[in-house]
């Protein structure tokens, strides 16, 4: 089946092209909107600005295939084999591209937002300036993937192997979230139980300490024995909180985010 054929056919209402080859085929600026191109061969194929909205391309090979600019919302590109692929610009909100192949493709200012790449391969990819809100990248391949000024607000991240800078600062963003929890914790705790004790025992050790001293300094050195007492509790308990948060985040850290293993 060739181009003209291919597209005679979707005119005419049929959506079923599982296994078509179309390798090199100029499909640009052309509607297969809810096409069924499941296992199709479209190695080096032009699609650019092509419209394929909510299309199957479950197993397709798109290996160098030009996708600059495609519509592919919705669409079904899982296990797709889309190696060196250009897809600059590309519609991919919603796709669902787990398990696919994404190694050195172009994704540069692609719009993946909400899109499932759940175990994909994007090592080496391009993604700057891509927009990856709200994407599932769980165990996702990105290292040495290109990440320059990409939106990654709100995607999951879990298990994924990560480019070494942004594996850092995802890590220590976790044990300082964590950390400042368990400060903020450890000081609500001893506040509640332990202020009214020690400060009882701080303006005890400043009146002890002031009977040493000189008699107009008595109340200066109970006030403070009072002040020193009530703190103490609150920053040891914060020190003890910042300490064990911060080991708990480490161990969180650890689990989720997956030593990165290239540079």
Same mark, same amino acid.
């Given at each position: 089946?060739?181009?003209?054929?291919?597209? &005679?056919?979707?005119?005419?209402?049929?959506?079923? /092209?599982?296994?078509v080859v179309l390798c090199n085929a100029?499909?640009?600026? $052309? !509607?297969?909107?809810?096409?069924?191109?499941?296992?199709?061969?479209?190695? #080096?194929?032009?699609?650019?600005?092509?419209?394929?909205?909510?299309?199957?391309?479950?197993?397709?090979?798109?290996? $160098?295939? *030009?996708?600059?600019?495609?519509?592919?919302?919705?669409?079904?590109?899982?296990?797709?084999?889309?190696?060196?692929? +250009?897809?600059?610009?590309?519609?991919?909100?919603?796709?669902?591209?787990?398990?696919?192949?994404?190694?050195?493709?172009?994704?540069?200012?692609?719009?993946?937002?909400?899109?499932?790449?759940?175990?994909?391969?994007? &090592?080496?990819?391009?993604?700057?300036?891509?927009? =990856?809100? #709200?994407?599932?990248?769980? #165990?996702?391949?990105?290292?040495?993937?290109? =990440?320059? &000024?990409?939106?990654?607000?709100? @995607?999951?991240?879990?298990?994924?192997?990560?480019?070494?800078?942004?594996?850092?600062?995802?890590?220590?963003?976790?044990?300082?979230?964590?950390?400042?929890?368990?400060?903020?914790?450890?000081?609500?705790?001893?506040?509640?139980?332990?202020?009214?004790?020690? @400060? !009882?025992?701080? +303006?005890? @050790?400043?009146?002890?300490?002031?009977?040493?001293? *000189?008699?107009?300094? /008595?109340?200066?050195?109970?006030?403070?024995?009072?002040?020193?007492?009530?703190?103490?509790?609150?920053?040891?308990?914060?020190?003890?909180?910042?300490?064990?948060?911060?080991?708990?985040?480490?161990?969180?850290?650890?689990?989720?985010?997956?030593?990165?293993?290239?540079?």
């Open positions: 089946m060739d181009t003209v054929e291919l597209l &005679r056919r979707y005119q005419a209402g049929k959506r079923d /092209f599982r296994g100029d499909l640009r600026q $052309q !509607c297969l909107s809810g096409a069924d191109l499941r296992d199709a061969d479209l190695r #080096g194929a032009c699609l650019q600005g092509a419209d394929l909205h909510e299309a199957r391309l479950f197993r397709a090979n798109l290996f $160098q295939a *030009d996708l600059t600019g495609v519509y592919l919302g919705n669409g079904d590109l899982r296990w797709a084999d889309l190696r060196e692929a +250009s897809l600059r610009g590309a519609e991919l909100h919603a796709a669902a591209l787990s398990g696919a192949t994404l190694a050195k493709a172009v994704l540069s200012r692609a719009v993946l937002c909400r899109a499932n790449l759940t175990d994909a391969n994007l &090592r080496g990819a391009d993604l700057r300036q891509a927009d =990856l809100s #709200g994407a599932i990248l769980c #165990g996702a391949d990105l290292s040495r993937t290109r =990440l320059r &000024r990409a939106n990654l607000k709100g @995607a999951d991240l879990t298990g994924a192997v990560l480019p070494w800078r942004l594996w850092l600062k995802r890590v220590c963003m976790t044990v300082a979230r964590d950390s400042l929890k368990g400060a903020a914790l450890g000081a609500r705790v001893t506040a509640k139980h332990f202020v009214l004790p020690a @400060a !009882c025992v701080g +303006s005890v @050790a400043g009146a002890i300490t002031a009977s040493n001293a *000189d008699a107009s300094l /008595f109340m200066r050195y109970v006030v403070g024995g009072l002040f020193l007492g009530a703190l103490a509790p609150g920053l040891v308990g914060a020190l003890a909180g910042l300490i064990g948060g911060g080991f708990l985040g480490a161990r969180s850290a650890r689990q989720r985010w997956r030593w990165a293993r290239t540079l």
